[in-house]
């Protein structure tokens, strides 16, 4: 079965670190992946995404990812953390098989708390 | 920019009352898509279609039905409301294979 984990519900980090938000998939061929983030009350906003190419894309405010095939994995990192980073962070992969109607797969979400 | 606008920010209904929930894009895209999202189970996808007057059950369409009669609207109806569809639904739209593009979400509360 096609499936996105993200295994921490939550990351607590202090502001001027580093931050890693994992997300490992499992689909056939090769993954389309996308992260999302979504503040309080508000819809989902698109961050980055991996297609093809270089494994580690770069994102909307300072964010990246590196999409790493043998493991499966598509971590979302940023240099330094801040406060208002903190946020509901989602992993989502394109459901292989669906064509043209771009269906996603999304993992459950990690909340990210960036503490001053 | 993409846009996507929901009738509504805030709503609330009652028991039995028929609901509808709209959304509409600004930018052409041939997929939309309704889901809901409550605390603890992530984002589950009712509906979505990629035409006008196309649609395709998502994994939780009891109790949903949608339309789609012109490319850049996308309605979700409850036609009987219930406690249980209390939520925080999400209406996106994507060309294609690309990224999905969200709306700012309906919290709607059944009484």
């Known amino acids: 079965a096609q499936s996105v984990a993200q295994p921490e519900d939550q990351v607590n980090v202090a502001e001027g670190n580093p931050l890693t938000v994992k997300c490992t998939y499992s689909?056939?061929?090769?993954?389309?992946l996308f992260w999302y983030v979504q503040y309080p009350n508000r819809g989902l906003q698109f961050l980055l995404k991996y297609i093809t190419g270089d494994n580690l894309v770069k994102g909307s405010y300072g964010f990246e990812a590196e999409f790493n095939k043998s493991q499966t994995s598509f971590h979302l990192k940023k240099p330094s953390a801040l406060v208002s980073d903190s946020a509901l962070y989602f992993c989502a992969v394109r459901e292989h098989g669906s064509g043209n109607t771009g269906k996603l797969i999304f993992g459950q979400g990690t909340t990210l708390q960036v503490k001053p | 920019d993409v846009k996507v606008t929901q009738s509504s920010r805030y709503l609330v209904k009652r028991t039995g009352e028929k609901v509808f929930l709209e959304c509409v894009q600004d930018?052409?895209?041939?997929?939309m898509f309704w889901y809901r999202q409550d605390p603890g189970l992530g984002l589950r996808l009712i509906y979505f279609?990629?035409?006008?007057?196309?649609?395709e059950k998502g994994d939780i369409p009891e109790g949903y039905s949608v339309s789609r009669e012109k490319k850049e609207r996308f309605s979700l109806i409850l036609e009987s409301a219930s406690t249980n569809q209390t939520s925080m639904y999400l209406c996106?739209?994507?060309?294609?294979?690309?990224?999905?593009?969200f709306g700012p979400g309906t919290r709607l509360t059944v009484t």
């Open positions: 996106a739209s994507s060309p294609q294979i690309q990224e999905q593009y």
């Open positions: 930018m052409d895209h041939e997929n």
């Open positions: 689909v056939s061929g090769n993954p389309y």
């Open positions: 279609s990629y035409d006008v007057k196309m649609k």
